[in-house]
Protein backbone atom coordinates (compact mmCIF):
# COMPACT_ATOMS: atom_id res chain seq x y z
CA UNK A 1 0.00 0.00 0.00
CA UNK A 2 2.82 2.42 0.72
CA UNK A 3 4.21 1.65 -2.87
CA UNK A 4 1.06 3.09 -4.10
CA UNK A 5 0.75 5.97 -1.92
CA UNK A 6 4.54 6.78 -2.89
CA UNK A 7 3.26 6.88 -6.89
CA UNK A 8 0.41 8.88 -6.15
CA UNK A 9 2.49 11.43 -4.40
CA UNK A 10 5.17 11.49 -6.34
CA UNK A 11 2.95 12.06 -9.64
CA UNK A 12 0.51 14.53 -8.10
CA UNK A 13 3.12 16.59 -6.37
CA UNK A 14 5.11 16.89 -9.57
CA UNK A 15 1.71 17.89 -11.79
CA UNK A 16 0.52 20.18 -9.57
CA UNK A 17 4.38 22.12 -9.72
CA UNK A 18 4.16 21.99 -13.23
CA UNK A 19 0.43 23.99 -13.32
CA UNK A 20 1.89 26.39 -10.44
CA UNK A 21 4.97 26.81 -12.41
CA UNK A 22 2.92 27.77 -16.26
CA UNK A 23 1.92 30.72 -15.12
CA UNK A 24 5.69 32.49 -13.90
CA UNK A 25 7.16 30.73 -17.10
CA UNK A 26 5.04 32.38 -19.57
CA UNK A 27 5.41 35.86 -17.40
CA UNK A 28 9.21 35.76 -17.45
CA UNK A 29 9.27 34.91 -21.65
CA UNK A 30 7.45 38.02 -21.98
CA UNK A 31 8.82 40.11 -19.76
CA UNK A 32 12.61 39.58 -20.89
CA UNK A 33 11.69 38.85 -24.42
CA UNK A 34 12.31 35.29 -24.70
CA UNK A 35 10.04 34.33 -27.54
CA UNK A 36 9.67 32.96 -30.48
CA UNK A 37 10.49 34.75 -33.79
CA UNK A 38 7.23 34.37 -35.84
CA UNK A 39 7.48 32.39 -38.71
CA UNK A 40 11.01 30.83 -38.62
CA UNK A 41 10.77 26.55 -38.96
CA UNK A 42 7.29 26.34 -37.02
CA UNK A 43 6.26 28.65 -39.23
CA UNK A 44 3.74 30.54 -36.46
CA UNK A 45 2.14 33.83 -36.99
CA UNK A 46 2.61 35.11 -33.08
CA UNK A 47 5.26 35.10 -30.75
CA UNK A 48 4.88 32.44 -28.74
CA UNK A 49 6.73 31.95 -24.89
CA UNK A 50 9.74 29.59 -24.91
CA UNK A 51 10.54 29.26 -21.21
CA UNK A 52 7.98 26.10 -21.05
CA UNK A 53 11.13 24.08 -19.95
CA UNK A 54 11.02 25.99 -16.18
CA UNK A 55 7.71 23.93 -15.96
CA UNK A 56 9.13 20.48 -16.81
CA UNK A 57 12.20 21.24 -15.21
CA UNK A 58 10.65 22.57 -12.10
CA UNK A 59 8.16 19.92 -11.67
CA UNK A 60 10.77 17.33 -11.93
CA UNK A 61 12.97 18.56 -9.59
CA UNK A 62 10.51 19.40 -7.10
CA UNK A 63 9.04 15.59 -7.39
CA UNK A 64 12.11 13.83 -7.08
CA UNK A 65 13.39 15.49 -4.19
CA UNK A 66 10.21 14.94 -2.45
CA UNK A 67 10.56 11.21 -3.12
CA UNK A 68 14.01 10.88 -1.11
CA UNK A 69 11.96 11.55 1.73
CA UNK A 70 9.26 8.67 1.45
CA UNK A 71 10.13 6.02 3.57
CA UNK A 72 10.28 3.10 0.94
CA UNK A 73 12.95 0.43 0.19
CA UNK A 74 16.01 1.48 -1.40
CA UNK A 75 18.29 -1.75 -3.06
CA UNK A 76 20.97 0.56 -4.60
CA UNK A 77 23.69 1.60 -2.67
CA UNK A 78 24.74 4.77 -4.98
CA UNK A 79 21.50 5.60 -5.62
CA UNK A 80 21.37 9.51 -3.29
CA UNK A 81 25.10 9.35 -5.59
CA UNK A 82 23.77 9.28 -9.20
CA UNK A 83 20.63 10.99 -7.88
CA UNK A 84 22.51 14.27 -7.47
CA UNK A 85 24.12 13.47 -10.75
CA UNK A 86 20.97 13.34 -12.55
CA UNK A 87 19.84 16.79 -10.83
CA UNK A 88 23.36 18.42 -11.46
CA UNK A 89 23.64 17.52 -14.78
CA UNK A 90 19.39 18.17 -15.18
CA UNK A 91 20.17 21.79 -14.27
CA UNK A 92 23.40 22.56 -16.06
CA UNK A 93 21.52 21.02 -19.63
CA UNK A 94 18.49 23.02 -18.45
CA UNK A 95 20.69 26.75 -17.54
CA UNK A 96 22.65 25.28 -21.07
CA UNK A 97 19.18 25.70 -23.03
CA UNK A 98 17.90 29.08 -21.06
CA UNK A 99 21.44 30.20 -22.54
CA UNK A 100 20.32 29.41 -25.74
CA UNK A 101 16.78 30.85 -25.95
CA UNK A 102 18.49 34.22 -24.74
CA UNK A 103 21.45 34.28 -26.44
CA UNK A 104 21.67 32.27 -29.15
CA UNK A 105 24.63 30.02 -29.15
CA UNK A 106 26.47 27.99 -32.22
CA UNK A 107 26.37 24.48 -33.07
CA UNK A 108 29.54 23.88 -31.04
CA UNK A 109 29.13 25.49 -28.09
CA UNK A 110 25.70 23.59 -28.11
CA UNK A 111 28.24 19.98 -28.38
CA UNK A 112 30.50 21.02 -25.67
CA UNK A 113 27.67 21.93 -23.42
CA UNK A 114 26.21 18.11 -23.99
CA UNK A 115 29.35 16.75 -23.35
CA UNK A 116 30.06 18.22 -20.36
CA UNK A 117 26.65 17.45 -18.86
CA UNK A 118 27.17 13.71 -20.06
CA UNK A 119 30.59 14.30 -18.00
CA UNK A 120 28.75 14.73 -15.05
CA UNK A 121 26.41 11.92 -15.14
CA UNK A 122 29.53 9.61 -16.01
CA UNK A 123 31.53 11.01 -12.44
CA UNK A 124 27.90 10.50 -10.72
CA UNK A 125 28.25 6.88 -11.68
CA UNK A 126 25.60 6.86 -14.47
CA UNK A 127 27.05 5.28 -17.44
CA UNK A 128 26.61 2.32 -19.66
CA UNK A 129 28.90 -0.64 -18.32
CA UNK A 130 27.57 -3.52 -20.63
CA UNK A 131 24.33 -4.58 -23.12
CA UNK A 132 22.15 -7.55 -22.70
CA UNK A 133 23.15 -9.29 -25.60
CA UNK A 134 19.51 -9.87 -27.79
CA UNK A 135 20.91 -13.25 -28.84
CA UNK A 136 21.56 -15.12 -25.69
CA UNK A 137 19.96 -12.68 -23.63
CA UNK A 138 23.33 -12.54 -21.22
CA UNK A 139 24.77 -9.59 -20.31
CA UNK A 140 27.88 -8.48 -21.87
CA UNK A 141 31.34 -8.57 -20.15
CA UNK A 142 31.97 -4.86 -18.77
CA UNK A 143 34.16 -2.75 -21.30
CA UNK A 144 36.61 -0.25 -20.34
CA UNK A 145 36.43 2.75 -19.45
CA UNK A 146 37.40 4.98 -22.42
CA UNK A 147 34.61 2.74 -24.09
CA UNK A 148 31.90 3.32 -21.39
CA UNK A 149 32.32 6.93 -21.45
CA UNK A 150 32.41 7.23 -24.87
CA UNK A 151 29.26 4.78 -25.12
CA UNK A 152 27.52 7.02 -22.72
CA UNK A 153 28.24 10.41 -23.77
CA UNK A 154 27.02 9.07 -27.49
CA UNK A 155 24.10 8.14 -26.02
CA UNK A 156 23.25 10.91 -24.11
CA UNK A 157 23.90 13.36 -26.68
CA UNK A 158 21.94 11.28 -29.74
CA UNK A 159 19.12 11.51 -26.44
CA UNK A 160 19.29 15.27 -26.12
CA UNK A 161 19.22 15.51 -29.74
CA UNK A 162 16.83 13.28 -30.75
CA UNK A 163 14.15 15.22 -28.46
CA UNK A 164 15.04 18.10 -29.88
CA UNK A 165 14.46 17.67 -33.14
CA UNK A 166 11.17 16.79 -32.14
CA UNK A 167 10.21 20.09 -30.73
CA UNK A 168 9.30 21.22 -34.57
CA UNK A 169 5.42 20.37 -33.85
CA UNK A 170 3.03 21.42 -30.95
CA UNK A 171 3.06 18.67 -28.21
CA UNK A 172 4.96 16.16 -30.11
CA UNK A 173 8.12 16.38 -28.10
CA UNK A 174 6.33 16.69 -25.00
CA UNK A 175 3.89 13.92 -25.69
CA UNK A 176 6.45 11.10 -27.20
CA UNK A 177 8.66 11.73 -24.07
CA UNK A 178 5.54 11.64 -21.72
CA UNK A 179 4.99 7.64 -22.99
CA UNK A 180 8.33 6.65 -22.66
CA UNK A 181 8.40 8.06 -19.18
CA UNK A 182 5.50 6.10 -18.07
CA UNK A 183 6.85 3.11 -19.82
CA UNK A 184 10.19 3.26 -17.99
CA UNK A 185 7.93 3.79 -14.72
CA UNK A 186 6.02 0.21 -15.12
CA UNK A 187 9.17 -1.17 -16.22
CA UNK A 188 10.94 -0.73 -13.42
CA UNK A 189 7.70 -0.57 -11.06
CA UNK A 190 5.83 -3.44 -12.56
CA UNK A 191 8.05 -5.65 -14.63
CA UNK A 192 11.13 -6.38 -12.75
CA UNK A 193 11.34 -8.70 -10.13
CA UNK A 194 11.60 -7.19 -7.32
CA UNK A 195 10.75 -3.93 -8.55
CA UNK A 196 12.49 -1.04 -8.23
CA UNK A 197 10.10 1.44 -6.67
CA UNK A 198 12.61 3.80 -5.71
CA UNK A 199 13.94 4.33 -9.09
CA UNK A 200 10.17 3.93 -10.48
CA UNK A 201 9.38 7.25 -9.05
CA UNK A 202 12.40 8.89 -10.94
CA UNK A 203 10.67 8.29 -14.88
CA UNK A 204 6.85 8.84 -12.69
CA UNK A 205 8.29 12.25 -11.73
CA UNK A 206 8.82 13.26 -15.37
CA UNK A 207 5.55 12.26 -16.49
CA UNK A 208 3.79 14.33 -14.24
CA UNK A 209 5.74 17.38 -15.01
CA UNK A 210 5.77 16.86 -18.68
CA UNK A 211 1.66 15.95 -18.24
CA UNK A 212 1.37 19.41 -16.44
CA UNK A 213 2.86 21.35 -19.33
CA UNK A 214 1.56 18.94 -21.86
CA UNK A 215 -2.05 20.52 -21.50
CA UNK A 216 -0.47 23.99 -21.98
CA UNK A 217 1.61 22.51 -25.15
CA UNK A 218 -0.71 20.40 -27.32
CA UNK A 219 -1.89 22.04 -30.38
CA UNK A 220 -2.68 25.03 -30.56
CA UNK A 221 0.33 25.85 -27.91
CA UNK A 222 0.37 28.91 -25.60
CA UNK A 223 4.01 27.76 -24.78
CA UNK A 224 7.26 26.59 -25.97
CA UNK A 225 9.38 24.24 -24.69
CA UNK A 226 12.53 26.00 -26.10
CA UNK A 227 16.07 25.03 -25.16
CA UNK A 228 14.96 22.29 -22.34
CA UNK A 229 14.02 20.05 -24.63
CA UNK A 230 18.08 19.49 -24.37
CA UNK A 231 16.98 18.68 -21.00
CA UNK A 232 14.33 16.36 -21.30
CA UNK A 233 16.31 14.03 -23.98
CA UNK A 234 18.99 14.28 -21.33
CA UNK A 235 16.51 12.88 -18.09
CA UNK A 236 15.13 9.93 -20.69
CA UNK A 237 18.68 9.37 -21.58
CA UNK A 238 19.96 8.85 -17.92
CA UNK A 239 16.26 7.82 -16.95
CA UNK A 240 17.19 4.58 -19.60
CA UNK A 241 20.76 4.16 -17.52
CA UNK A 242 19.91 4.23 -13.64
CA UNK A 243 18.26 0.98 -12.04
CA UNK A 244 19.48 -1.15 -14.81
CA UNK A 245 20.39 -0.26 -18.53
CA UNK A 246 16.63 -0.12 -20.55
CA UNK A 247 17.95 1.55 -23.65
CA UNK A 248 16.03 -1.25 -25.88
CA UNK A 249 12.96 0.59 -24.04
CA UNK A 250 14.05 3.54 -25.31
CA UNK A 251 15.10 2.83 -28.49
CA UNK A 252 11.63 0.83 -29.34
CA UNK A 253 9.57 4.02 -27.90
CA UNK A 254 12.08 6.49 -29.86
CA UNK A 255 12.62 4.53 -32.84
CA UNK A 256 10.78 6.91 -35.19
CA UNK A 257 12.60 10.52 -34.31
CA UNK A 258 15.98 8.20 -34.05
CA UNK A 259 16.11 7.31 -37.34
CA UNK A 260 14.29 10.78 -38.81
CA UNK A 261 17.46 12.13 -36.90
CA UNK A 262 19.59 9.44 -38.89
CA UNK A 263 17.86 10.41 -42.03
CA UNK A 264 18.11 14.05 -42.12
CA UNK A 265 21.80 14.15 -41.09
CA UNK A 266 22.61 11.72 -44.09
CA UNK A 267 20.41 13.88 -46.47
CA UNK A 268 22.08 17.11 -44.99
CA UNK A 269 26.04 15.91 -45.59
CA UNK A 270 24.52 14.13 -49.25
CA UNK A 271 23.24 17.73 -50.28
CA UNK A 272 26.54 19.44 -48.83
CA UNK A 273 24.63 21.05 -46.08
CA UNK A 274 25.82 21.64 -42.53
CA UNK A 275 24.37 18.54 -40.73
CA UNK A 276 23.75 20.45 -37.44
CA UNK A 277 22.15 23.09 -39.09
CA UNK A 278 18.00 22.73 -38.34
CA UNK A 279 15.78 22.55 -41.71
CA UNK A 280 11.98 21.66 -41.97
CA UNK A 281 13.03 18.11 -43.75
CA UNK A 282 12.52 16.17 -41.06
CA UNK A 283 9.39 13.77 -41.21
CA UNK A 284 7.03 15.68 -39.07
CA UNK A 285 7.39 18.86 -40.88
CA UNK A 286 7.05 17.23 -43.94
CA UNK A 287 3.63 15.79 -43.51
CA UNK A 288 2.79 19.46 -42.34
CA UNK A 289 3.58 20.36 -45.19
CA UNK A 290 2.24 18.08 -47.24
CA UNK A 291 -1.12 18.61 -45.97
CA UNK A 292 -1.14 14.60 -44.96
CA UNK A 293 -1.86 15.15 -41.64
CA UNK A 294 -3.15 18.21 -39.14
CA UNK A 295 -0.75 19.05 -36.18
CA UNK A 296 -3.28 17.58 -33.77
CA UNK A 297 -3.03 14.39 -36.15
CA UNK A 298 -0.08 13.85 -36.77
CA UNK A 299 1.11 14.47 -33.20
CA UNK A 300 -1.31 11.46 -32.61
CA UNK A 301 -0.07 9.09 -35.14
CA UNK A 302 3.03 10.08 -33.28
CA UNK A 303 2.04 8.98 -30.33
CA UNK A 304 0.26 5.83 -30.84
CA UNK A 305 3.67 4.61 -33.30
CA UNK A 306 5.66 5.24 -29.78
CA UNK A 307 2.91 3.57 -27.45
CA UNK A 308 2.43 0.37 -29.61
CA UNK A 309 6.45 -0.56 -29.40
CA UNK A 310 6.53 0.62 -25.73
CA UNK A 311 3.95 -1.49 -25.03
CA UNK A 312 5.79 -4.51 -26.57
CA UNK A 313 8.77 -3.94 -24.63
CA UNK A 314 6.64 -4.47 -21.29
CA UNK A 315 4.50 -7.58 -22.26
CA UNK A 316 7.82 -9.45 -23.01
CA UNK A 317 11.21 -10.08 -21.71
CA UNK A 318 12.63 -11.80 -24.73
CA UNK A 319 16.01 -9.69 -26.29
CA UNK A 320 15.34 -11.88 -29.43
CA UNK A 321 11.79 -10.50 -29.48
CA UNK A 322 12.67 -6.97 -28.95
CA UNK A 323 15.49 -6.97 -31.31
CA UNK A 324 12.89 -8.01 -34.03
CA UNK A 325 10.49 -5.75 -33.09
CA UNK A 326 13.05 -2.52 -33.57
CA UNK A 327 14.52 -3.92 -37.15
CA UNK A 328 10.56 -4.49 -38.17
CA UNK A 329 9.78 -0.41 -36.87
CA UNK A 330 12.93 0.57 -38.69
CA UNK A 331 11.92 -1.08 -41.74
CA UNK A 332 8.55 0.24 -42.23
CA UNK A 333 9.41 3.62 -40.80
CA UNK A 334 12.25 3.41 -44.10
CA UNK A 335 9.60 2.52 -46.19
CA UNK A 336 7.34 5.53 -44.95
CA UNK A 337 9.65 8.31 -45.49
CA UNK A 338 10.30 6.71 -49.11
CA UNK A 339 6.46 7.55 -49.64
CA UNK A 340 6.01 10.93 -47.88
CA UNK A 341 8.96 12.30 -49.95
CA UNK A 342 8.03 10.56 -53.23
CA UNK A 343 4.54 12.43 -52.49
CA UNK A 344 6.37 15.67 -51.35
CA UNK A 345 8.21 15.26 -54.69
CA UNK A 346 5.13 15.31 -56.76
CA UNK A 347 3.45 18.17 -54.94
CA UNK A 348 6.45 20.03 -56.25
CA UNK A 349 6.54 18.99 -59.36
CA UNK A 350 2.49 20.27 -59.50
CA UNK A 351 3.28 23.63 -57.60
CA UNK A 352 6.11 23.67 -60.51
CA UNK A 353 3.80 23.38 -63.50
CA UNK A 354 1.43 25.26 -62.04
CA UNK A 355 3.09 28.09 -61.86
CA UNK A 356 4.94 27.64 -65.10
CA UNK A 357 1.61 27.39 -66.94
CA UNK A 358 0.16 30.75 -64.74
CA UNK A 359 0.29 33.63 -67.15
CA UNK A 360 2.41 36.45 -66.45
CA UNK A 361 1.15 39.87 -65.46
Known sequence: MLRLYAFIIVFNTALAAALLIVPLARHFSMRFGVTSVPGGRRQERVAMP????????????????????????RSDPYEIFRLVGLVAGSAAIFALGLVDDIFGLNWFQIFLGQIFTSAIAIVFQIFIAFFNNPFT???????SPIVTV?????????????????????????????????VLFLNSAVRQSPPQTSISLLPLALAGALLGFLIHNFYPARLYMGGSAWFLGYALGTLSIIGGA???????????????LGWQIVNRVRHGNNPFRGDRGHLHFRLLDSGIFSPRQMALVYYSICAFFGFLTLVTTSQIFKFIAFAFMLICIAIGFVAVGRISALQDDVGARSSSSSPSL
Open 50 to 73: KLGGMVIFGGFTVAVILAQFIPIE
Open 246 to 260: KMATILLVMGLPLMD
Open 150 to 182: ALTMFWLVLMMNTVNLLDGSDGLAAGIALIAAI
Open 137 to 143: GAQTAEW
